[in-house]
């Protein structure tokens, strides 16, 4: 059929991102009937991907992962971009839009090294370099030690290997998506909040361009569109960064969104649940909800909020 691509789709190139990226050209070509060259993969290397020893709050946040992607796109040099939802800064361009959110995996964390959050040794040295993670943890286990630990998934599952750290914790939407289902335990999600976004892939494409957004359209899944949307939103409000701890438990009842949301101190002392019930576009609702945390927040867990307040 075609020998020209019709759409080139960025993508950074950890296999993680790689496997995205094709179940996205997947659903492309399922959804419009096209060759699987229709759609070309742009492997485009990321700023956080290059920066691997220290931990991604120090060097720039989020932004480090989608920086060279919106260049491209705003260059035109790709039509559309693949990012891992957790990984995308609240606040976007007006240049760039989300054009399709592919139906939400598992939103489950996943641990490594022990059988259960209970089983972990007392003192035991466990790797994350994640701020929720850390305060989820410490917050059940503030005898464990928590170490800083980068890296793809298979680099963190190389760490383990090795000793340097007793227990770590994946995604599970990550380890499937790379075939390693049945690695660890999964966490139950109504005991271990997932964070924001997590398990959601998005497509990007620039808003200018109605094409690409219609092509886009095709693969949009409402119901995780929905929820991710309202999750940033609560994001939004909180005024979070990649150094705010913050959980969020999101399911659908019907026709109603019900959200139940953690934030933290970083050492996991501190912790304030809030939840709301609302309707699926109402992204106020989730702002509002949390407003209402950051009021009954203790200073030690406000102070890694309010950015946007
Ligand atoms: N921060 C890295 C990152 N971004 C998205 C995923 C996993 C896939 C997902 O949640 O969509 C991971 C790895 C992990 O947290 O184990």
Redesign the pocket.
Known sequence: MSDMPILRLGTRRSP?AMAQAEEARARLCAAHGWDVGSVELVPVIASGDKIQDRPLADIGGKALWTRELDMWLAEGRIDASVH?M??VETIRPDEISFGAILPRADKADVLLGAASIAAIAKGAKVGTSAPRRAAQLLHARPDVEVVGIRGN?ATRMAKLAAGEVDATF??G??LSRLGEDGVGVRLDPEAWFPAPA????GIECRTSDERTAEVLSAIDHAPSRQEVMAERALLEGLGGTCHSPIAVLTVRSGDIIEMRAQIFSPDGAHRVEGEAHFAPDDTAAAIALAHDLLARAPDAVAINFGQSL
């Open positions: 993680l891992s957790k990984d998934v994946l995604a939407a990550g997590q398990a959601a892939i």
